[in-house]
RNA sequence: GGGCGCGUCGCAUAGCUGGAUAUUGCACCGGCCUCCUAAGCCGGAUGUCGUGGGUUCGAAUCCUGCCGCGCCCGCCA
C-alpha cells in the first residue's frame, strides 16, 4: 500500500546505502507482498548481489539488521527482506479518511432507446456505475452522465415504425420473421412494448425499400435539427428511455444529468467544430465533398485511415457531434471517463486525434469485451436477447427459495424485500468481478449463481455483523482499541481493514473495479474467521474490544458494498 | 489481409510495470450447529499458466513465430 511504503521509505534508503548499494533503481522493487502471511511489503535482494559480491540471503539478512522502522519489523527470509507492519500502525490507517479529490464526470450506459435493456448492455451500466459509486467512495466529486441519442438511424426507425405501423401489422411482421411477441409481465412497460414495432419495422425494412426511404428522411431532417421531427423523435423514445431508466434504477443505477445528441446541432457548436477543423495538417476532401482527417500519421492503421466528419451534403456524423459532446462535457468536470464496449476502440482513438487536433484534451476510457449469449450474439433488432427485466426477475425468484428456506419465520413481505436485494446485488457483482477486457458468455447459472465469491457471501457477512450489533448495542464513543491484545484472526482483520482506502484508489487508478470487489470478498472472509475465534458476546456478557472491532468491520463491509452497488441489508 | 484484445485445474476466475510454494469460487472428498445468522467455518484432491522459440540469476508476467476465440477496419450509430 502507498502510505506504508511512504513511511517505509526512508528508512530503507538509509539501510540500503548503510549496506553500500549504489543507486534507488530498488524504489520500485519495493512492493506488496502476496501473501499476508508474509507480511506487508517485500523487498526481493537478487540484483543487489552482483553490486555487493555475495549471495541474495546474505543481503537481505544485512539490510534487515539496517532497518530501523517505526511501522513494524523486517525479517530476512532467504533472498527477501519482509517487512510487517504493526497492528498499532494499521489500526491508525483504518480512521484516514479519502481527502477530496477534485471532480470527474462519469459517462456510461448511454444506450440508444430503442428497445428494453439487456444483459449485454448491462455490462456497461454496471461498469459505469461501478466506477461512478467507487470514485464516489474515494472522495471524487463524481457526475453520473447519460448521452441521449436522440437523433439518427435507430430511433428514426423507432419512429417510422410508430407512425406507421398499427398492432396487428406488427405482430404479422414479428410472426413472420420468428421473433416472439408474446406478453411477458413486463409488457406493460414502454420500452418492452414499443421494441416489438421497431423490431417489425426492421423486418419489414429488408424487404419494402419505402421503409428505408420513410426513415431516410426522418433522419435527415434529424440531423439538420428539424424541431417538428425531433419533437416527434422524442415522443417515440421517450416512453422508451423512461422504460430503461426503470430497470436501471431497480439495479440502483442512476444519473446525474442527460445530455441529448441533437443539441450540439442545434447550438451550432458541431457546425463550428467542422469549420475548425479545415485548418487541421490532417484534413482532407473526398470527390463528393466529404470532409475527412487522415490518421495514417497518428498510427492508425487497416484498410481505412480517414476519419470523416462531414458527409458530401455538409451534414455532421455521430463521431462529429461527440466532438462537440466532449468539448462541452469538458466545461461540466475537471476529468472525463467513458465506458464503452470493446467495439469503440478504434471510434475512439479517431475521437482522441481529432480532440487534439482542436486543442481539447481526450477523455479516458475504459472499454470492456462483449457479453454473448452460448448460441451467439446479442441483438436487440433480430430479438435475440436476455432482457434485464427477466433476469433480475428470474434472479429475485431464486433468492426467494433460498431466503425462504433459511428465514420460515419472516412475512412475506420482508422475504420479497431480501431476495430483490439479494438478486440485484448478486447480478451486478456477478458482472464487477470480472475484469473487463474478459469476454463474458451469458448462462443463467452464472448469472443467478448465489454462491460464495458473491454478492449475498458479502451480504451475509454484513447481515451478521448487523445481527452481533442488534444483541451487543453500541461502543462507546469514547473507547480505544488496544491493538496490542490483537493476533490472530482478529489483526488479519484489522490489516485488512487498514487497506481498504488504497485498494479503493488502486481499483481506481487501475480501472479495475474487479480488483476491489475482490478485497471486498476477501474482507468477508476475514471477517467470518474473526467471528468464529472472537465473541462479542459470551458468557461474560459484551466484549468490548471484539464489539468495537465488529462495528469497524460492519461499517467498512457496508461502504465497500455501497461502492460496489451491493445492497447492504441488515437481515438475511 | 491489417489493427486491438483474450487464451491460467472439469467449469469460472485472480495475478501480467518479471521475483519466494500460481489466487479464489463452483463441482468433488472428509470434518464442524446444546454457543453472537451453517447463504458460514476447517481440511483434502485437482494445473504441460494455448503452443514453439528467445531475453534473464529468475518468465503466467517481457520479445517473437504459430494456433484458437472475440471485436474493429462505413460519407452507420
Known sequence: ??????????????????????????????????????????????????????????????????????????????????????????????????????????????????????????????????????????????????????????????????????????????????????????????????????????????????????????????????????????????????????????????????????????????????????????????ENGAHYLELESKGVKGKSTQFFYRRGDGSSLYATRDLAYHEYKWTQSDRLLNILGEDHKLQSKQVGIALEELNIQPPEVVFYAFTKLADGKMSTRRGNVVYMDDLLDEARSRALETVRESKPDLSEEKLLQIAEAVGISATRFNIARISPEKGITFRWSDALSLEADSAPFIMYSYARACSIQRKAGEVDAGFVLNPELLDGTAADLIRRLAYMNDELQTAIDSRSPHMFCAWLSALAVDYNRFYRDNYVIDDNGVNTQNLYISELAREHLRRGCEAVGIIPIEEM
Not at 53 to 61: H, I
Not at 72 to 99: D, F, M
Not at 108 to 118: I, K, L
Open 1 to 286: 500500500m502507498q502510505a506504508m511504503i511512504d513511511a517505509v521509505l526512508p528508512s530503507m534508503e538509509k539501510a540500503v546505502q548503510d549496506v553500500g548499494i549504489q543507486g534507488d533503481f530498488w524504489r520500485n522493487m519495493l512492493s506488496r507482498s502476496k501473501e499476508a502471511s508474509q507480511g506487508d511489503l517485500a523487498l526481493p535482494c537478487f540484483p543487489f548481489a552482483k553490486q555487493l559480491g555475495c549471495s541474495p540471503n546474505e543481503v537481505a539478512q544485512k539490510i534487515a539488521d539496517a532497518l530501523e522502522l517505526e511501522i513494524g519489523e523486517a525479517i530476512a527470509v532467504g533472498p527477501y527482506v519482509n517487512i510487517r507492519a504493526s497492528i498499532t500502525w494499521l489500526a491508525n490507517q483504518i480512521h484516514q479518511v479519502p481527502e477530496s479529490k477534485g471532480s470527474i464526470l462519469i459517462e456510461h450506459t448511454s444506450a440508444n432507446p430503442n428497445g428494453p435493456f439487456h444483459v449485454g448492455r448491462a455490462r456497461n451500466a454496471v461498469l459505469g456505475d461501478t466506477f461512478v459509486r467507487m470514485h464516489r467512495a474515494a472522495g471524487y466529486d463524481v457526475t453520473a452522465e447519460y448521452y441521449v441519442d436522440d437523433m439518427g438511424k435507430q430511433v428514426g426507425i423507432l419512429c417510422w415504425a410508430l407512425e406507421n405501423l398499427d398492432e396487428g401489422r406488427v405482430h404479422a411482421l414479428l410472426e413472420e420473421g420468428g421473433i416472439s411477441s408474446e406478453t411477458s409481465p413486463h409488457s406493460g412497460k414502454q420500452d418492452h412494448a414499443r421494441v416489438l414495432w421497431y423490431q417489425a419495422a426492421n423486418l419489414l425494412k429488408a424487404k419494402d425499400a419505402s421503409v428505408d426511404a420513410g426513415v431516410t428522411e426522418l433522419v435527415q431532417l434529424s440531423e439538420e435539427a428539424d424541431e417538428d421531427i425531433l419533437d416527434r423523435f422524442e415522443s417515440a423514445y421517450q416512453p422508451v428511455l423512461d422504460g430503461m431508466l426503470d430497470t436501471l434504477g431497480r439495479m440502483g443505477i442512476r444519473f446525474d444529468s442527460f445530455t441529448k445528441e441533437s443539441r450540439f446541432i442545434v447550438d451550432g457548436s458541431v457546425e463550428t467544430l467542422m469549420g475548425q477543423l479545415q485548418s487541421s495538417e490532417l484534413h482532407g476532401v473526398a
